[in-house]
C-alpha cells in the first residue's frame, strides 16, 4: 500500500507527539471572499440553480467562514440563508448543507436532541457525542441546548435513559475530564487500576468507581492504567466490562474505552459500521463527516484504511449517489492511494 503525503504527515505527527494532533480535510480558505460566495449563493438560489454550486461554496470553507456567509447574505439579500436553502433542498443533502451551517455546539445540540426524540432513543449517538468532546465543547453544548430546546440536557438525558447508563452520561456531561500533562503519576496509575481490578465481597465492580475514573482521568492517563490493568488481570479492560456489565452500560463504557484508546480509529470503526451491508445510516455518516472535517478526519481516514483495507473515500462514493454523495466526498476530501 502506498501511502498519500496527507497520509505520511498525519502518521509522523502521531508518532512524534504521541498523540493525534488537529487533523482535519477542511481548513480556513485563505483567499476567502464572502462578498463573491454570497452572490453565488443567492444567484443560484433565486434561479434555482445547480446543487452543485452550493456543495462547492459552502464546503470549501471552514465554520467560521461560513457563519460569515449567514451573515453577510443576511445583510446584503435581507433573507435568511437557511430558510431559502430548506425551499431549495431536500433529503440527506439538504441535513448535510444544513448542518455545515451551525455552529458545532449547535450541531451536537441538534443530534443529542434528535437522538431523544421520540419513543425510542439512540444511544449510541448518545455516546459518540458525549464521550468525544472536550470539557469546553460539552459546556457550549449544553448553553445551546438549552437556548434552542428550553429546556436542559442532562434533564432529556435522566428521562431518556436508565441507569447505570444515566449516571454515565452525566458524569461525562459534566466535562470534569483532566487535561494532559507531561507529568506521570505512577502511583494514582497503580490506585485506578487496583480500583478497577476489584470485585468486592459480592464479587461485582463497583459502578460510580468506574464512571469516576473513566470520566475524569485523561486519555493518556487512562491508557496506562487499561495496559497494566491488562498485564495485572491477563484480560484487557474490554473483556471485563463484558463479563462485568450489560446494556446501554457495557456499550457505553465500550465506547469510552475505544474513545480513550484512539480516538481516529473509533470513528473509523463508526463509520465502517454505518456503511456496511445493505443499508447504509446516513445519518452517522454525515454527522461524522462534518463534525470531524476540521478536528481529525485525516487520521480517521488514516485509520480506516488501515483497518479496512479500502479508502473513506472510495467506500462512500460506492455507498451512496447523486448530489449527497458529491457533498460528502467534497469534506472527505482526497483518495488515499
Known amino acids: 500500500m502506498t501511502l498519500t503525503q496527507e497520509m505520511l504527515s498525519s502518521l509522523h505527527l502521531a508518532d512524534k507527539t504521541g498523540a493525534w494532533g488537529t487533523l482535519g480535510t477542511v ?4 483567499n476567502f471572499e464572502p462578498e463573491n460566495d454570497v452572490h453565488k449563493l443567492a444567484e443560484t438560489l433565486a434561479n434555482k440553480g445547480n446543487r452543485q454550486t452550493i456543495i462547492d461554496v459552502l464546503t470549501k470553507l471552514d465554520n467560521d467562514q461560513r457563519q460569515e456567509i449567514l451573515r453577510l447574505y443576511k445583510k446584503d439579500v435581507q433573507q435568511d440563508l437557511t430558510v431559502n436553502l430548506k425551499s431549495a433542498l431536500s433529503g440527506d443533502l439538504e441535513n448535510v448543507i444544513l448542518g455545515l451551517l451551525k455552529t458545532p455546539a449547535a450541531y451536537a445540540a441538534q443530534e443529542l ?3 431523544m426524540k421520540g419513543l425510542g432513543t439512540d444511544e ?3 455516546s459518540e457525542i458525549l464521550c468525544t468532546r472536550s470539557s469546553q465543547q460539552l459546556q457550549e453544548i449544553q448553553a445551546v441546548y438549552t437556548q434552542e430546546y428550553k429546556t436542559e440536557l442532562v434533564k432529556d438525558i ?5 441507569e447505570p ?3 454515565l452520561l452525566l458524569a461525562l456531561a459534566k466535562g470534569k475530564r483532566e487535561k494532559e ?3 506521570i503519576d505512577y502511583l494514582l496509575i497503580d490506585h485506578d487500576c487496583k480500583t478497577l481490578s476489584d470485585l468486592g465481597p459480592k464479587k461485582s465492580p463497583n459502578i460510580a ?6 470520566t475524569e482521568r485523561s486519555p493518556r492517563h487512562l491508557k496506562r492504567v487499561f495496559d497494566k490493568y491488562q498485564s495485572a488481570n491477563a484480560v484487557d479492560i474490554e473483556e471485563s466490562i463484558k463479563s462485568h456489565f450489560k446494556g446501554d452500560f457495557q456499550k457505553g463504557l465500550l465506547t ?4 480513550m484508546k484512539n480516538t481516529p480509529l473509533y470513528f473509523a470503526d463508526r463509520l465502517y459500521n454505518a456503511m456496511k451491508g445493505m443499508g447504509t445510516n446516513e445519518k452517522t455518516l454525515a454527522r461524522i463527516l462534518i463534525s470531524r472535517s476540521e478536528i481529525d478526519l485525516l487520521s480517521i481516514r488514516v485509520e480506516f484504511r488501515r483497518k479496512y483495507g479500502k479508502s473513506l473515500y472510495s467506500f462512500i462514493k460506492s455507498e451512496v449517489k447523486g448530489d449527497y454523495q458529491s457533498c460528502l466526498l467534497s469534506l472527505c476530501r482526497a483518495e488515499d492511494i
Not at 256 to 259: C, D, E, K, P
Open 256 to 259: 469510552l474505552v475505544a474513545v
Open 181 to 183: 500533562s507531561g507529568i
Open 209 to 214: 468507581q468506574w464512571i469516576t475514573i473513566l
Open 158 to 162: 435522566t428521562s431518556d435513559t436508565t
Open 124 to 126: 449510541a449517538t448518545l
Open 27 to 30: 481548513k480556513p480558505l485563505k
Open 113 to 115: 436532541k434528535a437522538a
Open 165 to 167: 447508563y444515566t449516571d
